[in-house]
């Protein structure tokens, strides 16, 4: 592979991968690409080599200018929409009310705790290099935004927040902030008296 060239780590079939082989062509953005096979073997996708590149273990991954793309776009801007998207899109759609009537009372606890580690997991591995005072870097982003109510439904479903200090510790700073205080379910118009800070 040539020096410099992006690297994009893609599956045939996958429409994800599809969208940036679109976004590249449209650009007019010579790479290279790394098929990763979602099914031979299990799943390349779960190997340990494409999991460092990729905590998520999902396909399309775009290595370019120095820094691994996971979802899809300068720097800075990718990060914060690669975070935004695992957790709006990765974690929080598996431990939503409509997904956990569809689980069933008795498995909702253990579904929506499973659903949260294995996206905690990966979003740790994420922030600790994309991480500043806040998600990325020392403003708050769109991706801050995304980050504070999942911890909140991490509490809720009682998720041991210990494995994840990156996650805590960027969650206690932005909570701090006014606009994550006045915004808090507990300071609703129409949150219960028994929930109100």
């Not at 009310?97 to 580690?117: H, P, Y």
């Amino acid at each position: 592979m040539q020096a410099g060239k992006p690297i994009l780590y893609s599956y045939f079939r996958s429409s994800c991968s599809w969208r940036v082989r679109i976004a590249l062509a449209l650009k007019g953005i010579d790479y290279e690409t790394v098929p990763i096979n979602l099914i031979k073997d299990g799943g390349q996708q779960f190997s340990k080599d494409f999991q460092a590149l990729n905590p998520m273990k999902q396909v399309p991954t775009l290595k370019i200018d120095g820094i691994t793309i996971h979802q899809s776009d300068p720097k800075k801007r990718a990060s914060v929409r690669m975070i935004s998207d695992l957790i709006a899109g990765g974690i929080q759609p598996l431990q939503n009310l409509s997904v956990l009537k569809q689980v069933g009372e008795e498995m909702q606890l253990t579904w929506a705790q499973n659903a949260i580690t294995c996206g905690f997991n990966a979003l740790e591995q994420i922030l600790q290099s994309t991480a500043g005072i806040y998600c990325v870097g020392d403003e708050v982003t769109m991706a801050d935004l995304c980050l504070v109510p999942q911890v909140a439904n991490a509490e809720r479903f009682k998720v041991d927040l210990t494995p994840y200090p990156t996650i805590s510790s960027i969650n206690k700073r932005l909570l701090v902030l006014e606009a994550f205080q006045v915004s808090h379910p507990c300071r609703q118009p129409d949150t219960p008296t028994e929930l109100r800070a």
